[in-house]
């Protein structure tokens, strides 16, 4: 038998005499909510959170809070929509309004958990005086929701590259063992709403996306890996016995997210939990087998590429440790940001036009990553360099503190070139794997070296008809023999597929070759291996190319 667990909630004080917006019955808060305001996002959410903390502070009959939360729950799920769409998708150094609108969202969605937590609480401790009510389908519906609402939180703070508020983990954990204490956890919820169908499965959705490797993705990743395991934590056992597939373990008295079981250093106790993912894992590649190339599509707009799926299936497979040593610096490193910068700028600022032939000057179009628009800006302004503090590095890769200063937006994925020394010609090509924001003023970025140098071409697609399409950007990574990294193919993430016959030119050379198969995909660039004649192999091999091999085999040689 289970032993108990401790429950220890900490919910506000019911010291308010009455409500201030609304007389406590459910017609009152109704006509209250209809009457909210609609064109503004902004001010109907901040009557939202004066109404919750109202109602968290005043003491009602567990029946009476449950019924007007539910009235208020769409409002509330209409308010915090229309708040996302002001802070997603906006840069890391968010503007005031949109900083407002997060911290708007995140305060809803605060009392909005506190409120269902009072409820299932007060349910528990009152179950005698219920007449209208089944107590145990009052504290299950109320502890799901929740849940849902602390989940939904949890994704934000994500979404945001921010930590999890203190007391955040501890909350879920306390919800889920309320429910175990209860004996209600495994029990088929009434209305699931956006939640698992079960209190455990809507538990291990909030909770399962820490184990995710989140500050690695971005926030349409985010969202889509939220919906998933939505219909996936039914895969996932959550037991109290240790198996030798139990990948992490979550303690449920504490306020941290789940461990890797590797990680976690005492005996498992009473109050622990062991997440056995084995099931979703074979599942998730599955997926990925049938649908191929396309990913899979939840809802309308909610889409999980082949890239996320390859993502969960390493991130559940075991535990990645760190496999170089990292050294503290304090030096300074030089940046360029996405594919149109990384490759203007290793072309030895040549723009794009002057690489390919008349055909291609005239069809090039604007690519999609440029940073900056080109209209009245200079080739140096459309693609800017960027100075940042290093915090420490190692042969694999660099921790930088991005400058908060910097006008230019950052994401997860994105192609970046750079080098420590602003006087050095050769640029070394990476990709920024990692976000976190620390605080309000510092952000850090975990930046993965792919490859000590690159060569810009223009990549035309050839047709069986014989015709080509206009130039794209493209980088050619050379070999590294050391490491046994063959050449590869950096090219944008829409256009290019494995089989694809590619002529490469820069205005001075050109060359045919043959993709092969993807070996990396990310939200704004393929990685492709190619075959190609044996010239092409001699070009990179002579020459200024040839005495470079020296600098770079040195420098992966460390790795």
Known sequence: MEHPITIKFKIPRQDLPALSLFEPDTEAASSWAQSLPLANGVAPARLLVQALNDLNRTPLSPELRYNIMEVLRPKIDDAQANLSKRFLNQPLVMPEASQTAAELSDRLLTLSTAAYTIIAIETVQKHKTLHDTNPARLTCQAIQQALIFAGRKVLQRFQLHRSIDVHGWETLHQLYALALNQRLAHLPVPEPLSGGDTITATYLQAIMI??????QLRQDDLTALHRGLQQWSGLIKLEPHNNEN??????????????????????PGPQCRLIDCTLLREQLEILKRETDTHGITFDENIHASVGLLDHL??????VSPRNFKRSASSSRLWLCLGLSSTHYHV?????FEDLVDDDGRQQDSQAADDPFPPSNLTPDERYPIFQAQLTDTSPGGYCVEWPTDSPCDIRVGEV????????????LIAVIRWLRRVDNTKTLIGVELLNPRAVAYGASIQHKSGQKTAPIRVLLLPEVKLVGQPNTLITPRIGFREGQKLTLGNGIESHDIKLLPNIDSRATFQQFQFSYPRELGDVLAEGQQGQLNVYYDSLWSKI
């Open 210 to 215: 820490s184990c995710c490797n989140p500050n």
């Open 246 to 267: 139990s990948l992490f373990i979550v303690d449920l008295d504490s306020d941290q997210p789940p461990l890797h079981s590797a990680f976690y250093r005492n005996p």
């Open 313 to 318: 299936i390493l991130s559940l497979c075991s």
């Open 347 to 351: 072309a030895g600022k040549r723009l």
């Open 416 to 427: 970046v070139g750079l080098k420590e020394d602003e006087g050095k010609k050769e640029w």
